[in-house]
């Protein structure tokens, strides 16, 4: 079935230090893919997406593209602040009205 | 302006209860989601409901069952809770349910079964 796995955590880094979150996905045809990012307590907002191979999704500085050779969407950002600590998922949606999510990445970014 | 609401927030309760969880969307938004996030965060669709079809993921128990009064409601009713049922259950939306649409999710519902 359908599946997104995303690199375990928790993942600390300090102020300013380059983030790459590694995602990859397992579905047939062409799915949507999408990252989402849940702050302490709250619910989960859209990131950014990408709809179609190649697509390069972006927002608040973090970027993902969709690999269809690779079947990734890693989510990168070149200068993380405090400010961007929170868990991070990466989603599939390849038939209407169902979305996978991996199992999340929590980030801790460090004065 | 809250564009997915839920209440209550929090939700301590005994074994064996009945509860419900309310969720409202207004955004004009034809599909709403029921997902479950376990305490490792792990978060799993439970349901998916427009106004012509309700789509049940075969894993939920049927102690569970969503109920629609109109189509900016969609609520979670859950019978006789088990230990195992805590867990924070968020509501989602999204325009038509189509695969590139985004979801828009509800701050969330912490349950606490004792």
């Known amino acids: 079935g359908d599946s997104v796995t995303q690199m375990e955590g928790p993942v600390t880094l300090s102020e300013e230090a380059f983030l790459t979150i590694n995602c990859t996905y397992t579905?047939?045809?062409?799915?949507?893919l999408f990252w989402y990012v849940q702050y302490p307590g709250e619910g989960l907002q859209l990131l950014l997406k990408?709809?179609?191979?190649?697509d390069k999704g972006s927002n608040k500085g973090f970027e993902a593209t969709y690999r269809k050779e690779t079947t990734s969407f890693h989510l990168e950002k070149g200068s993380v602040q405090v400010s961007d600590s929170a868990v991070y998922f990466c989603?599939?949606?390849?038939?209407?009205?169902?979305?996978?999510f991996g199992a999340g990445t929590r980030l801790t970014v460090k004065p | 302006d809250t564009a997915v609401s839920q209440t209550p927030k929090y939700l301590v309760t005994q074994m064996g209860n009945d509860k419900s969880i309310k969720c409202e969307q207004n955004?004009?938004?034809?599909?709403m989601y029921w997902y479950k996030q376990d305490s490792k965060k792990f978060l799993k669709i439970m349901f998916s409901?427009?106004?012509?079809?309700?789509?049940i993921n075969e894993t939920v128990p049927n102690r569970f069952s969503p109920k629609s009064p109109d189509k900016a409601h969609l609520n979670l009713h859950i019978n006789s809770l088990e230990l195992g049922d805590s867990a924070v259950y968020f509501c989602?939306?999204?325009?038509?349910?189509?695969?590139?649409?985004?979801?828009?999710f509800g701050p969330g519902t912490r349950l606490l079964v004792l």
């Open positions: 989602a939306s999204s325009p038509q349910g189509q695969i590139q649409e985004t979801q828009y």
């Open positions: 579905a047939t045809g062409y799915p949507s």
């Open positions: 990408a709809t179609k191979a190649d």
């Open positions: 989603a599939l949606t390849r038939k209407e009205r169902d979305m996978r």
């Open positions: 955004l004009g938004h034809d599909t």
């Open positions: 409901y427009n106004n012509k079809e309700l789509i």
